[in-house]
């Protein structure tokens, strides 16, 4: 409906939104866009939240190791054999590293060696060409590190457990596993 008014001068309009009470929009109609708008940013919100949530989920799956298993062998794996402080040890540090890292107790561990480099530099001996392993599985990689070998003394008994030393740069084999792939087991 168009309605044309009459302005004090003479001159004719059209007025799409006329004066009368009955013909303007309620409040509530003019409250309609701002609650369809709020509406709809709540919603893309939301929808923000879920994108945002899948998204660092997959970077998650993506950093972490799909396995429970691999990541307890892997941080086995640190705890037992990489130590990037030291360079090379003498027998008091493999009397003091051994029982440190909870080998000497129930029983002493007979032979540890620790690998004296940092973790992603041992991590890259993954991504050489796969070797058999002693248990003749194709998952063990080599590479030169700088290590220190702790072999236990023949008199020695668990909790005293008493070890010689050998520091020295050397081959090393060690299995990984795991996408990407992690040490797991140092085989030699």
Same mark, same amino acid.
């Given at each position: 409906?168009?309605?044309?008014?009459? @302005?004090? #001068? !003479?001159?004719? %309009?059209?007025?799409?939104?006329?004066?009368?009470?009955?013909?303007?929009? /309620? +409040?509530?109609?003019?409250?309609?866009?701002?609650?369809?708008?709020?509406?709809?940013?709540?919603?893309?919100?939301?929808?923000?939240?879920?994108?945002?949530?899948?998204?660092?989920?997959?970077?998650?799956?993506?950093?972490?190791?799909?396995?429970?298993?691999?990541?307890?062998?892997?941080?086995?794996?640190?705890?037992?054999?990489?130590?990037?402080? @030291?360079? #090379? !040890?003498?027998? %008091?540090?493999?009397?003091?590293?051994?029982?440190?890292?909870?080998?000497? /107790? +129930?029983?002493?561990?007979?032979?540890?060696?620790?690998?004296?480099?940092?973790?992603?530099?041992?991590?890259?001996?993954?991504?050489?060409?796969?070797?058999?392993?002693?248990?003749?599985?194709?998952?063990?990689?080599?590479?030169?590190?700088?290590?220190?070998?702790?072999?236990?003394?023949?008199?020695?008994?668990?909790?005293?457990?008493?070890?010689?030393?050998?520091?020295?740069?050397?081959?090393?084999?060690?299995?990984?596993?795991?996408?990407?792939?992690?040490?797991?087991?140092?085989?030699?």
């Amino acid at each position: 409906m168009n309605i044309i008014s009459s @302005e004090p #001068g !003479g001159s004719h %309009s059209w007025n799409p939104f006329p004066r009368n009470k009955h013909l303007n929009p /309620s +409040p509530v109609g003019r409250e309609q866009p701002d609650t369809c708008a709020s509406k709809v940013v709540m919603a893309l919100q939301r929808t923000h939240s879920l994108l945002l949530l899948l998204l660092l989920t997959l970077l998650g799956l993506g950093l972490v190791q799909p396995s429970y298993g691999q990541d307890r062998m892997y941080q086995r794996f640190l705890r037992q054999h990489v130590d990037p402080q @030291e360079t #090379g !040890g003498d027998d %008091s540090y493999c009397h003091v590293m051994m029982q440190r890292r909870k080998m000497t /107790s +129930p029983k002493c561990k007979p032979f540890n060696s620790f690998i004296h480099e940092d973790i992603w530099n041992i991590r890259s001996i993954c991504s050489t060409t796969n070797i058999q392993c002693k248990n003749n599985q194709m998952n063990c990689h080599e590479g030169v590190m700088k290590v220190t070998d702790c072999r236990q003394t023949g008199n020695s008994k668990a909790p005293n457990c008493r070890y010689r030393a050998r520091a020295r740069t050397r081959r090393v084999v060690i299995a990984c596993e795991g996408y990407p792939p992690v040490p797991v087991h140092f085989d030699a």
